[in-house]
């Protein structure tokens, strides 16, 4: 398909198609038929990008820590926050924690067992239903 044609369908300029597709290119030296982009490859180096900016995978000795920390029965909130007080080189917020946990690579490790709640996926925050009945009725009312 040509790239203005996916650039129409996506809704995106074609200078943005044409950038993804050079910094995706999948370049193979022995066997250049195969130069192309693959979403495969493209997915792949996707991957290998986000790990190298995750701190749970690019330090295994803070890994090792936390995972250490929550067998002893601490949450992730106790982790970080220790961490903090003793002012360690490399620190974890709660949330990069709670994020690794239910992350694949944490999940492939059941690390989410040694949480609080031993829950596979994270629960969401807030909700956004319907309000209280009774809200609802005087807000309602006329004036």
């Not at 993804?20 to 250049?32: A, G, I, S, T, V």
């Not at 106790?78 to 944490?106: N, W």
């Not at 690390?111 to 994270?122: G, I, M, Q, S, V």
Request: hydrophobic share 30%; proline share 8%.
């Amino acid at each position: 398909m040509p790239v203005p044609e996916i650039a129409e369908r996506l809704g995106r300029a074609s200078s943005t198609i044409y950038r993804e597709l050079k910094r995706k290119f999948f370049d193979d030296k022995e066997l250049p038929e195969l130069n192309a982009y693959h979403a495969v490859a493209a997915q792949e180096m996707y991957e290998q990008r986000r790990a190298v900016q995750r701190k749970m995978i690019v330090h295994p000795e803070l890994k090792e820590a936390v995972e250490d920390r929550l067998k002893a029965g601490w949450s992730p909130e106790q982790i970080a926050g220790r961490m903090r007080l003793e002012r360690h080189p490399v620190r974890v917020s709660h949330e990069t924690i709670y994020r690794f946990t239910y992350s694949k690579d944490g999940r492939e490790e059941q690390f989410y067992r040694h949480l609080p709640e031993h829950r596979k996926r994270r629960r969401p925050r807030g909700h956004r239903g319907v309000p209280c009945p009774i809200l609802r009725a005087v807000a309602t009312v006329p004036q």
